[in-house]
């Protein structure tokens, strides 16, 4: 869904600073005496030493001063029973509200320091969007019928988050709970594309668009239209760019390329050739753009991961390591009182009295419980917009697109209103599979969402078929689909924030005793890293100050 990502967030913030202007301590805006000794900036630095050394050299200083992009250090310190020991006082106890990723997040890293914390859980099961169904799971709805679900041994269904980029902190997490991982494959040659009523191979779509793009600029840099703007040797460099990036013939002509794959692959023979390309017109026609762009963003670059076995293993270790007593599950909270000295919490099944609370509840749902914070929490908590997502789980009894289709995981992306279609990235060459057969969003996932479970399965393979044939309904044998804006105590899939205003930073700060934490107070909205960074943004404001208290 890398596809603007309709309503994960506003749109992405402009590229980030390069890192030499980052930080506190940036250098002085150019313009600043060259070589004045005595300010020697992190900047005048790196440019001595890449006018010295070249980019590498610099490259490699900037990390050892801890700027280049790869340091992922998040300088978080999880709070340690040591911390109080010379302070000589104890941890305290705090009461999370949610026990999805950002309740879980919180309880674990302050239970390394021996906090007493309570989970009030309004769901049945802990987890939130983290869900993962299978067999003998029910799904109830709100509005809406309940399923059961009846995938066969082995088979799941991560019905949330599916893909991990490697730079995020829910990577971490697998590796400190001991989770196995495993390449969730986000981007495959051999899906399709599917737009304006014709099907092609990603690998096709992308040859043929890069092929002309090359083409066209090619031609011009080489009747000389850059002239101005590069300079003669930059326009050799960028026509052999160009050559290599669109296999584009010695006259600087795109005329189609082995790139775009084969009817039957080379072996014995040089294989059977694919119908030539379309024309320029033809191939922009097509409207492939968002299709064979949507891994460019950083969230979507290969390779991406998922824990082996289904999302869930991440809601299954946390809570293990959190304690599942300290769990109240089918607690519904219904007040929340910041007093002087603590936080009482009462739910439907009796009050909580802590220290300090963490609420990690959806923000739309948050603002519908009384509390005493404030009306410019209320406000605030009411502010960003709840978006509609839905998927679908398709069970077949034989794995077709990997016998017939040659697709192994990755993604279809299609104009339809199914938006994509997700093929295993697990258990390859077994004998059932579990396709999504639709991830939608916005107005696609409320069509969708409104509809009874028999007719979502049957829209949703009425439009498949449109890309695979008849064979989408063939060996089909079960299914379960989810709408998240219809799911009881979350009702929405993620938010969007109209802009990150002060409504957002005020609610990164505690109101009172009371913390937020969630996906939704981080610019990493709709993923589980968000929630983590979040809990732990909380979980160290909350241990400081218990630290620092009197
Ligand atoms: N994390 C979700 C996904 O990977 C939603 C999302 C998509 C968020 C693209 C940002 C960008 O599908």
Redesign the pocket.
């Given at each position: 869904?890398?596809d603007s990502?309709e309503g994960?967030g506003p749109a992405p913030a402009p590229e980030a600073e390069s890192a030499e202007g980052a930080g506190p301590a940036a250098a002085p805006k150019a313009g600043s005496p060259k070589g004045a000794g005595s300010a020697l900036t992190r900047r005048g630095l790196l440019i001595g030493i890449g006018a010295a050394g070249g980019a590498g050299a610099m490259y490699a200083a900037m990390g050892a001063l801890g700027l280049a992009p790869s340091d992922q250090d998040k300088q978080f310190t999880a709070p340690r029973r040591g911390d109080f020991t010379l302070r000589g006082k104890g941890s305290a106890k705090v009461v999370i509200l949610g026990a999805g990723v950002a309740g879980l997040t919180a309880a674990y890293e302050l239970g390394k320091a021996g906090y007493d914390c309570t989970l009030l859980e309004a769901r049945q099961q802990a987890g939130g969007r983290n869900l993962t169904l299978r067999g003998g799971d029910r799904l109830t709805e709100l509005n809406g019928p309940a399923q059961d679900v009846r995938f066969g041994q082995g088979v799941y269904f991560n019905a949330g988050?599916g893909?991990i980029a490697p730079w995020m902190v829910a990577l971490d997490y697998c590796r400190e709970l001991g989770i196995p991982i495993e390449t969730f494959v986000n981007n495959n040659a051999a899906a399709y594309v599917h737009t304006n009523g014709r099907t092609v191979r990603a690998r096709t779509a992308r040859a043929d668009m890069y092929g002309y793009v090359a083409e066209l600029l090619a031609k011009a840099t080489d009747l000389g239209a850059l002239d101005k703007v590069i300079t003669g040797e930059d326009r050799d460099r960028l026509l052999e760019f160009l050559r290599r990036f669109g296999d584009l013939g010695p006259k600087l002509e795109y005329e189609g390329s082995e790139r775009r794959g084969f009817t039957r692959y080379p072996a014995l023979d040089g294989g059977a050739a694919l119908p030539a390309p379309g024309t320029l017109h033809q191939v922009l026609a097509a409207g492939t753009g968002r299709a064979i762009t949507n891994d460019f963003?950083y969230?979507?670059a290969t390779p991406m991961f998922q824990p082996v076995g289904g999302m869930d293993a991440i809601v299954t270790k946390l809570q293990e390591a959190v304690g599942a007593d300290r769990i109240r599950t089918g607690a519904k909270v219904t007040k929340i009182t910041n007093l002087a000295d603590g936080v009482e919490v009462a739910y439907t099944g009796g009050v909580v009295k802590a220290d300090y609370c963490i609420a990690t509840l959806p923000p739309h749902l948050l603002a519908r419980i009384p509390h005493n914070l404030g009306a410019q929490v209320t406000a605030a908590l009411a502010t960003p917009v709840p978006v509609a997502a839905g998927k679908i789980g398709l069970e077949y009894g034989t794995r077709w697109w990997e016998l017939e289709d040659r697709i192994y995981g990755g993604v279809t992306e299609t104009d339809l209103d199914i938006t994509h279609i997700w093929y295993p990235s697990h258990d390859y060459h077994a004998e059932r599979g579990l396709l999504v057969g639709y991830y939608n969003t916005g107005s696609a996932a409320e069509l969708y969402g409104a509809l009874t479970p028999e007719d979502r399965r049957h829209r949703a393979l009425t439009q498949g078929k449109k890309i695979h044939g008849e064979k989408y309904r063939r060996d089909l044998l079960s299914s379960a689909s989810i709408a998240w804006e219809r799911q009881e105590h979350i009702q929405g899939a993620w938010v969007r924030w109209p802009s990150f205003d002060s409504s957002f930073t005020l609610l990164q700060r505690p109101a009172g005793r009371v913390y937020f934490a969630g996906d939704w107070l981080t610019h990493l909205i709709?993923?589980q890293a968000g929630a983590m960074e979040s809990a732990r943004g909380a979980v160290t404001g909350l241990h400081q100050r218990v630290l620092q208290s009197p």
């Open positions: 869904m890398a990502a994960a988050p893909r963003g969230e979507q709709a993923w």
